[in-house]
């Protein structure tokens, strides 16, 4: 028997030195999952560009798209949200049931499996992970998805592949708290927790043996400034239909450039293989390209994420911001914000700004979302008539040369503040404002750098009016409370609210905290679409477009099925193959 | 001596130009035509679809292709002539002064967009020439700005010399260390957001200009140091004649040359700082057309790829500094000639 482990090892390590980890043999009794109607070739390395360097490989800091991008690759959940089917999945938990009343939850890991360093993985791990991202000291972001009903779940060990979570209240769609938690391994990451040194951990600089995940790849190399290399976890616990252990390809590479146009120049110029996610002005760009051919270009229809124009409805009392408190006086009057949202003219923008590949939009749910639309909401046409009677019915009046009034006969001027980065917020700043110079309104766009932009939304309240984009996360409404209850840390147009300041804001408290502990899912579909229905009524936010999932790669890679759920590319990169019959076009 | 006139005209001419935008140019520079963002430059056809010849210049209406967002056909059932004077937007020639005269123009649905349109469907000919005004006018201004600062420092020290001689050049060389871009990024910062962005933008200009006395400063104080040692001034001041007169009569005239090549060489400086600034996002807001807030859209790559329009602020820009680099080495050419 000791023999035949040495040769194994032998093995293993002769196959680690030739250039990556050989994957290992799917031992008995090994609980992997077989994905089905699955088939590829092994070997090749995928490039990936990355808009920017990951700031760090610890899954529970983590904060920046880029760090989460690669993370996601490193690591395993529990439940998964099948990014095709928008669905639940089962993963690292091979099955799960729910309690009668809702509240208890108990999952079945699967045996016998290895986290990425060869370490066997059981409920001790699960434990340890929810009690390392629930501790306060972490500081971990997801901290406060695993607070329900105000009180953190509670994760126990029944037996070595058994867990039980209990939550204070029932909660929809609990299951679905479980994608992307990523399980840490406790051999590893113990004394650091009992140090309270978790913040620290897992830099990108960090050895890669000293890091372990339950992902389909784990970490070779960190070229600072350059690139991230990851190679096959050799113990990964999926297999293809001919249960021959995943990934296919042998190494994933993120390139990191800088900005949205050079992941696209890399793109085309082919030093990457994938490209995540590409505006349609460069979509277009690549269409046209001679060697399109080279590519498969793939416009998945509408995103999640929505575009909207607001304006700043905070209570500014303690703020030293006249000209801005004056304003509010139109700001917070709904016959304006009416009037406004008549007058813009969102097939406009989903032409000229998204050139077509983008939706208009009247409330908060995009049609790519096609489970939680509310499809009855009125889809106002743009009416210059329309907007200037709701106006004239708020006590506005006209000028001579045009210029719209209030009530004590001040101009109606404000500026809208945009992000310099976004060009295409920008874009649909520009055309706002000569939609409403029709009404009279006389409007200015101020482009921000992003931070400062935050800083003026979030922090000091000095702005009258600011375009932003939310969404894309999951098609959950859950992952919208923090946007709908009035003391969200997202409800933009009025922050840090105690008590809902407007009925309808507190109405939508009510049916977005009843939705949360409904287990019915028609009972909760009904009232998420009636906070669709009061938010379209009340506008505050006026909502523009959604774009659409742009996305690419090159002609030869197999199993590419983008999907509109982020991350849109990646998501199933353990199934990514590359089809020999077609690597001759590969350069 | 031909060819000053020459370069000369030509400038002059293209300050006309740019100063009669609103009669020059067929349309308002900040009306958006959603139906055609980035249509190529009109093509004049002289020779109409059954082959007939036609003296006068005609365009097509262009149609667009709904699947494609930037690819248009002309419809070529009607022509639409040229035609000279106009009626179209209103544009005021003076404050309180208004016309809807232009140069020249088509009938509607027709539209005459000789460099093309950009990606708000707006005429890139008409921003040009509207735009051309805010750049070269923050040259000039700046150029103003920092000559006035100049001429006073430079021959308060060259005239007095001595510890005003060394504060006031201590002073320049503390101005000539600023780094500029931060200190208007700075500015820009600590101004309010609710200000008028024309008033933040001749603001900036302002500062630009006053920041830049410097080097104009030193030559000046040069020229005012020799020409207070030359015996006819010194003749002049034993007659009784004060500091006033002397610099008036005597000691400005000789700084002319010195003044007059500065000028030249920083209006089209400062035209390169306004690109800057707005490339930057630091210069007039949208939909007030400049070169650099123009030229800014050629930061997209699809911008940049796709629309070689899109790059004709450019060549308007190159074309401008040529022009005052030429005139300035003439000028300065002959005025050495005069001198010696």
Redesign the interface.
């Known amino acids: 028997m000791r023999l035949i482990g040495s040769i194994l090892l032998v093995a293993l390590l002769s196959g680690l030195s030739a250039s990556a980890a050989v994957p290992t043999p799917v031992a008995p009794g090994e609980d992997v999952l077989v994905e089905r109607a699955t088939s590829g070739s092994h070997g090749g390395r995928l490039v990936v560009a990355l808009r920017a360097e990951p700031r760090t490989l610890n899954p529970a800091a983590a904060a920046d798209a880029p760090s989460r991008e690669v993370i996601g690759r490193m690591t395993g959940d529990l439940i998964h949200i099948d990014r095709a089917t928008q669905a639940t999945e089962s993963a690292l938990a091979s099955q799960w049931k729910r309690s009668a009343d809702g509240r208890e939850y108990t999952l079945a890991l699967r045996k016998g499996i290895r986290f990425s360093d060869g370490h066997a993985f059981d409920a001790d791990d699960v434990v340890f992970t929810f009690r390392v991202l629930l501790d306060e000291r972490t500081g971990a972001p997801q901290r406060d998805l695993l607070i329900v009903g105000g009180q953190p779940i509670r994760v126990a060990k029944v037996d070595e592949y058994t867990v039980k979570v209990t939550l204070s209240q029932p909660y929809a769609a609990a299951e679905r708290l479980f994608d992307s938690i990523a399980i840490l391994p406790q051999h590893l990451l113990n004394d650091a927790y009992e140090k309270g040194a978790m913040g620290q951990i897992w830099s990108v600089a960090t050895p890669a043996k000293s890091i372990a995940g339950l992902g389909p790849y784990r970490l070779k190399e960190y070229v600072a400034g350059q690139r991230l290399v990851l190679e096959r976890n050799p113990y990964y616990w999926k297999t293809d239909s001919a249960k021959r252990r995943l990934p296919y390809i042998d190494e994933l590479v993120f390139l990191f450039t800088g900005n949205e146009d050079a992941q696209v120049i890399r793109f085309q110029s082919g030093d990457s293989d994938v490209l995540n996610r590409a505006s349609a002005d460069n979509f277009a760009v690549l269409a046209r390209d001679q060697a399109a051919n080279r590519f498969q270009l793939k416009d998945l229809g509408p995103s999640l994420e929505y575009n909207f124009l607001f304006f700043n409805q905070n209570d500014l009392s303690g703020k030293n911001l006249p000209q801005v408190a004056a304003k509010q006086q139109w700001f917070g009057d709904l016959g304006f914000r009416r009037a406004v949202s008549r007058a813009i003219d969102r097939e406009g923008i989903a032409r000229l700004v998204y050139r077509g590949r983008a939706v208009p939009l009247w409330g908060n749910v995009s049609p790519g979302n096609r489970l939680w639309i509310n499809a009855s909401l009125p889809r106002l046409a743009r009416s210059v008539s329309e907007a200037r009677g709701l106006l004239k019915a708020s006590g506005f009046s006209w000028r001579q040369d045009g210029q719209l009034l209030d009530r004590q006969g001040r101009p109606v001027a404000f500026t809208i503040v945009t992000s310099s980065t976004s060009a295409q917020r920008t874009e649909m700043a520009t055309l706002i404002q000569a939609d409403l110079k029709e009404l009279g309104m006389d409007v200015q766009v101020v482009p921000l750098e992003f931070r400062a932009l935050v800083d003026r939304v979030f922090q000091s309240f000095d702005y009258d009016a600011s375009i932003l984009g939310l969404g894309g996360g999951d098609a959950d409404p859950n992952g919208e409370m923090n946007v709908w209850l009035s003391s969200g840390s997202n409800h933009l147009w009025r922050l840090g609210q105690q008590t809902p300041a407007t009925s309808w804001e507190a109405e939508i408290d009510r049916l977005m905290e009843t939705q949360l502990v409904t287990l019915d899912s028609r009972e909760r579909k009904r009232l998420y679409d009636r906070v669709q229905t009061i938010v379209a009524e009340q506008l505050p936010f006026i909502f523009l477009a959604a774009p659409h999932i742009l996305v690419g790669a090159r002609a030869d890679l197999g199993n590419f099925q983008p999907s509109v759920l982020d991350h849109y590319t990646l998501w199933n990169v353990e199934r990514m193959f590359f089809r020999p019959e077609l690597r001759s076009q590969r350069r | 001596m031909k060819r000053v006139g020459l370069i000369a005209s030509v400038l002059a001419g293209l300050h006309l130009l740019v100063l009669l935008a609103g009669f020059a140019a067929p349309y308002d520079p900040?009306e958006?035509t959603?139906t055609l963002?980035f249509a190529p430059p009109s093509r004049l056809h002289f020779v109409d679809k059954d082959g007939a010849f036609h003296l006068r210049p005609f365009v097509y209406a262009l149609t667009t292709d709904p699947d494609n967002?930037?690819a248009y056909i002309e419809d070529t059932t009607l022509p639409f002539p040229v035609q000279l004077m106009v009626a179209g937007s209103t544009y005021s020639v003076l404050p309180g002064v208004e016309s809807r005269l232009h140069l020249f123009g088509v009938e509607t649905p027709a539209r005459i967009s000789l460099l093309g349109t950009d990606?708000?469907?707006r005429d890139v000919f008409s921003r040009l020439l509207h735009g051309g005004r805010i750049s070269i006018g923050a040259g000039l201004l700046a150029t103003l700005c920092a000559l006035l600062v100049g001429l006073g420092f430079g021959t308060l020290a060259g005239f007095f010399g001595g510890r005003v001689d060394s504060a006031v050049m201590r002073l320049a060389d503390l101005f000539m260390a600023v780094p500029w871009l931060y200190l208007l990024f700075a500015v820009r910062?600590a101004l309010?957001?609710?200000l008028?962005?024309r008033a933040t933008f001749l603001l900036l200009v302002a500062v630009l200009g006053i920041v830049g006395w410097a080097r104009p400063a030193r030559l000046i104080r040069g020229i005012v140091l020799s020409a207070r040692e030359r015996t006819y001034v010194t003749a002049a001041r034993g007659f009784g004649a004060e500091a006033p007169y002397l610099l008036r009569r005597h000691i400005l005239p000789q700084t002319l040359g010195v003044v007059l090549t500065q000028a030249g060489l920083l209006v089209p400086q400062y035209i390169l700082a306004e690109v800057t600034l707005s490339f930057l996002?630091l210069g007039v807001?949208?939909?007030t057309p400049s070169w650099g807030a123009m030229l800014g859209t050629l930061?997209?790559?699809?911008?940049l790829?796709?629309y070689w329009w899109m790059f004709t602020p450019a060549v308007a820009l190159v074309a401008v500094a040529i022009a005052y680099y030429a005139l300035t080495s003439m000028v300065h050419e002959r005025m050495r000639l005069v001198a010696s």
């Open positions: 900040v958006q959603r963002p967002f930037d990606g708000f469907g910062a309010p957001l609710h008028d962005t996002g807001g949208e939909p930061q997209q790559y699809s911008v790829t796709s």
